[in-house]
């Protein structure tokens, strides 16, 4: 008998395999004892025995057996335990996110004292807490987190200690003078746990990486890199991988590919895009239009099996920081033979479609080209060409057709996305402005305008006619963008914060996109209403990659798929893989069609969780980095009188989102100083008891930032006054606030608390979701 697992040890000789052994316990009434293995195994050479007890110490460690006080092994699921991965919460309890799904499990501080954040664990259910949650015990730790921990080091009394960074890890890591590394007061640094945490001690760890000062640039960007896992150094070999490409494309590439370069497509992306995926071009044709979308074929470079492919899988996708990115593929690929730079020729995947007079896509063939943009082009200089800039028209004159045919074409596709009701947010982003030292100048609004959505609506063509392909076949699948129907919960709390408001949503239980664009429409004019998308946003599910079609509720499509980035998306590539794999079925050379592949569907199953889990890890590390250098910015700005919306309500106070910045910040409770305030969950607000203020979401204030804490990303406000959404002014009676205007830069250690190695209560975070 052999083990199932390939990376399991191979003995000298035959022992049982796990599913062997599983079947026994699982026979059993009761817990088997080993020499009941033994027994029932007929087992009697001394290797043999050797072997056995490793392979049931490996399955106690995956946690597919436990081992009892008797010692015996049972199945965690008969001794009713369930395996999950460890959460923890910056208030020192956790949860359990059981492997099988199912809610969360809380765990109590105490039980938090022996596992760190990311621990997989066997939980025994131990009943309900105060509020009605589902309680466990930790059993058994069964696989520890193996991510190294960042934090600040600090000395005190002679004693080395590291508070980690991440507030899901409580403990605080105890380091041994030699282990220190040299590292100095205060200074960011890496920790590997060398022995982990019980209920009596702390974990003890050796700083294996000095990363710098705590205020130095881009010190963020490091720390939310580790903390979240994102991968950010290239394997070694893969430069031999990459060694067989030129900077050109090579000639036998060539073969069997439709030649596009005297179509005259662009590219249309930001002043500072550096990849450029995608292509467009319209011409009128039969009242309506030929629409290309060509988009770069990455599939022909990144093949499977490769290293590069497996790094490919690794990230994900490209992660975005501000003044940084962190690739999915090499820069050779990504910003060199991959980017539809101008006038050069580059390798595609082109979506051929044809859009009828009033927007409907009528049909779409895919094929294998070779392109020569014809102009790079920006957003801005789009609308200012549509706007009728003489000077750029004349500059663009050789594409002026086509930009201003591709303005048609969307305005016919807006028009039917407005008919199917799809869900359209205008809610207001920001970005960063830095300065030569990398530290920010200010925070400027992102203008998304018409050219923007030239570029939305014909990447979504290309996504829904690329998911019908794979939907029609039989026999090869693919990823599709899966966004599901609001959950329950996430309702009816929306419906709770609507209500508040004197607003409704329709559609009962289940309502439809276009319950939610009346909803959108009745309150666009609202000074309120970035608060009521925001929460609308909040409401809805997140989109997922699975391949089972399940549509896209926020597009109101009932098919869609992620064609248009295989450089930043690794869905995209495995969409683009299939698609060729089609073609090939269908028609076609080997040579045009090199990168084809035909996943299995156990593959793709696999694939979508992963995919899935890299994008919210980009976007938890991407969100940590916003929420760390708008607190960094603030710092400049102690004192200071801003205007605001109450952006959420909690037990603790309000969280108040700046007018100027689109900065949250909190007003704790105890700044609430004119009365008692109790909390109404239901209602989701704070409610005074003697003087009957209320506080609740949308309320517009007027606050003054009192302290901005780094460590804890954290700003704290002071509240000078309030009034509700409907105008009624409400004033603070709780003493004199006098503006204090700024003079000159504020230390950068004021209000800061960068000095302390523990920090006050944790339940005051700058970011309400």
Not at 213 to 239: C, K, T, V, Y
């Amino acid at each position: 008998m052999t083990d199932s697992n390939e990376n399991a040890p191979q003995y000298e000789v035959e022992i049982p395999s796990r599913e062997a052994l599983l079947v026994l316990v699982d026979e059993r009434l009761k817990p088997v004892h080993i020499d009941d293995f033994i027994s029932h195994f007929k087992l009697d050479d001394e290797r043999q025995l050797v072997g056995l007890k490793r392979r049931l110490r490996a399955m106690e460690r995956d946690g597919q057996l436990v081992y009892t006080r008797a010692n015996c092994y049972g199945l965690p699921e008969r001794m009713q335990l369930i395996r999950g991965r460890i959460i923890g919460h910056r208030d020192g309890f956790g949860f359990c996110k059981p492997d099988d799904g199912g809610k969360d499990i809380f765990i109590p501080h105490h039980q938090m004292y022996s596992v760190l954040h990311g621990d997989i664990v066997l939980i025994k259910p131990a009943g309900t807490d105060n509020r009605g949650r589902p309680e466990g015990r930790v059993v058994r730790v069964v696989e520890p987190r193996d991510s190294d921990i960042v934090g600040r080091y600090f000395v005190e009394n002679d004693i080395g200690i590291v508070v980690p960074d991440d507030s899901r890890i409580s403990q605080d890591i105890l380091i041994p003078h030699a282990d220190n590394a040299g590292a100095r007061h205060g200074q960011l640094v890496v920790v590997t746990i060398t022995r982990r945490p019980n209920r009596r001690t702390s974990p003890i760890g050796k700083i294996s990486e000095v990363l710098g000062d705590h205020m130095a640039p881009g010190m963020e960007i490091e720390i939310a890199m580790r903390e979240h896992d994102i991968p950010n150094e290239w394997p070694d070999g893969l430069d031999r991988e990459l060694a067989k490409y030129d900077e050109e494309v090579p000639k036998e590439a060539y073969e069997g590919r439709i030649d596009l370069r005297e179509l005259p497509l662009i590219t249309i992306d930001g002043e500072d895009s550096r990849d450029f995926d995608d292509a467009v071009c319209a011409l009128p044709e039969d009242k309506g239009w030929r629409l290309w979308v060509a988009i770069a074929d990455v599939s022909y470079y990144v093949r499977p099996g490769t290293l590069l492919d497996d790094e490919a899988v690794n990230r994900g996708n490209s992660v975005y920081f501000p003044n940084n990115v962190i690739p999915m593929l090499p820069e050779k690929l990504s910003n060199g033979l991959c980017s539809l730079n101008p006038n050069v020729d580059r390798l595609c995947m082109v979506a051929e479609m044809e859009i009828g007079p009033r927007g409907k896509l009528k049909q779409s063939r895919f094929y294998p080209a070779v392109m020569n943009s014809h102009a790079r082009l920006t957003y801005n200089k789009v609308k200012q060409i549509l706007d009728g800039d003489v000077e750029l028209r004349e500059q663009y004159k050789d594409v002026l057709s086509n930009i201003e045919e591709l303005h048609n074409v969307y305005k016919a596709l807006a028009t039917v996305r407005k008919q199917r009701s799809a869900i359209e947010f205008d809610t207001q982003e920001t970005r960063f402005i830095f300065n030569a030292h990398r530290k920010i100048e200010r925070i400027e609004p992102v203008k998304r305008h018409v050219a923007h959505k030239i570029i939305e609506e014909c990447m979504i063509a290309a996504n829904v006619a690329s998911a019908r392909l794979v939907e029609d076949d039989e026999d090869i699948n693919a990823l599709f963008r899966v966004h599901e129907a609001p959950a329950d919960e996430r309702l009816t709390s929306f419906r709770a914060f609507l209500a508040e408001l004197g607003l409704n949503l329709g559609g009962g239980d289940k309502p439809t996109p276009t319950d939610y664009g009346k909803l959108l429409e009745e309150v666009k004019d609202r000074p309120d209403h970035e608060l009521i998308e925001t929460m609308m946003l909040r409401s809805m599910q997140q989109a997922v990659y699975q391949p089972e079609n399940e549509g896209h509720f926020g597009l109101a499509l009932k098919s869609y798929s992620h064609f248009t980035s295989p450089i930043r998306r690794y869905p995209d590539l495995i969409l683009h893989r299939a698609i060729k794999a089609i073609l090939r079925k269908r028609e076609g050379t080997e040579q045009s069609l090199t990168g084809a592949w035909s996943y299995s569907e156990k593959e793709l199953d696999d694939l979508g969780v992963h995919c899935s889990m890299t994008e919210r890890r980009a976007d938890d590390a991407t969100r940590q980095v916003d929420e760390w250098l708008k607190c960094e910015f603030m710092l400049d700005h102690i004192g200071m009188e801003f205007t605001g919306v109450v952006s959420s309500v909690t037990n603790f106070g309000l969280f108040v989102r700046l007018d100027e910045y689109q900065i949250d910040g909190l007003v704790h409770i105890s700044n609430l100083g004119d009365d008692y305030y109790q909390y109404d969950n239901q209602k989701g607000m704070l409610i005074g008891e003697n003087t009957r203020t209320i506080y609740r979401l949308g309320d517009k204030v007027k606050v003054s930032v009192k302290t901005v804490d780094l460590d804890e990303r954290k700003i704290d406000l002071t509240l000078l006054g309030a009034e509700s959404p409907t105008g009624k002014q409400r004033k603070r009676n709780s003493g004199k606030t006098q503006r204090k205007k700024s003079q000159g830069k504020s230390s950068r250690g004021k209000g800061s608390n960068r000095n302390k190695p523990r920090k006050g209560s944790k339940n005051k975070g700058n970011n309400p979701s």
